[in-house]
């Protein structure tokens, strides 16, 4: 698959768990994105990475921790999770930084905590 | 902060009539102004956007419209197909750190 992947596609997990969500771009995008996204909310943006450096957190609670090994590759890590943590996380990728940068967006991972 | 409002939260229109969303935001410096589909299931996707040095700008059957004067922009469908049916999300570029606010979005359908 071309673009940007997003694996697990489904998560169920209980609130003692710990699991992680992989997103992979193929597109040599140098800026990545961890979205959260829940019925009818505005996208959340949680994390931006540009050149594998945090540029951004937008206040997330630490039982999210991003890990940014290079440019392509972007994984949420996740423990402790709490119900209305249960949503839709999408990755996203652009060029650069800059948001007037097309973003890029994964096929998302569904969440679901117990 | 900047505070984006996009209305209306669901829209129905008949098949080949016109459909028109609308954002409002708070931040007269924003500069930059995109907007995204998102069919049911998939990824968003960007269809348009537009800069603050423009007032309108088309692409086939879909347009958007910006009077900064006002702050706000709305996206433009005209003869709607079955396939425009999906969410549309605006966005909102912020000056004071480049990223993106983005509106709650709207969903639309096509009514055959």
């Known amino acids: 698959e071309t673009g940007v992947t997003q694996t697990p596609r489904h998560l169920v997990m209980g609130m003692t768990n710990k699991k992680s969500l992989k997103c992979e771009q193929h597109l040599g995008h140098n800026a990545m994105y961890w979205y959260k996204q829940s019925a009818k909310k505005p996208l959340e943006l949680m994390f931006v990475y540009n050149f594998k450096e945090q540029t951004e957190n937008n206040s997330v609670p630490s039982r999210f921790s991003p890990e940014c090994p290079n440019s392509s590759h972007l994984f949420l890590h996740l423990h402790t999770l709490q119900p209305e943590d249960s949503a839709l996380y999408l990755c996203a990728s652009s060029q650069g930084a800059d948001s007037t940068d097309t973003q890029y967006f994964g096929p998302g991972t569904r969440l679901t905590v117990l | 902060g900047e505070n984006v409002e996009q209305h209306p939260s669901t829209l129905s229109v008949q098949e080949g009539d016109s459909a028109v969303i609308k954002c409002t935001y708070s931040?007269?410096?924003?500069?930059?102004f995109p907007w995204y589909k998102q069919e049911l299931g998939k990824r968003p996707q960007l269809i348009i956007d537009?800069?603050?040095n423009v007032g309108e700008k088309k692409d086939q059957r879909i347009a958007v419209t910006l009077n900064k004067t006002a702050k706000h922009f709305s996206l433009h469908i005209t003869e709607t197909q079955p396939e425009d049916s999906a969410v549309y999300f605006c966005a909102v570029r912020m000056d004071s750190n480049y990223q993106l606010i983005w509106g709650a979005g709207t969903k639309l359908i096509i009514k055959p």
């Open positions: 537009i800069r603050s």
């Open positions: 931040d007269s410096a924003s500069n930059y």
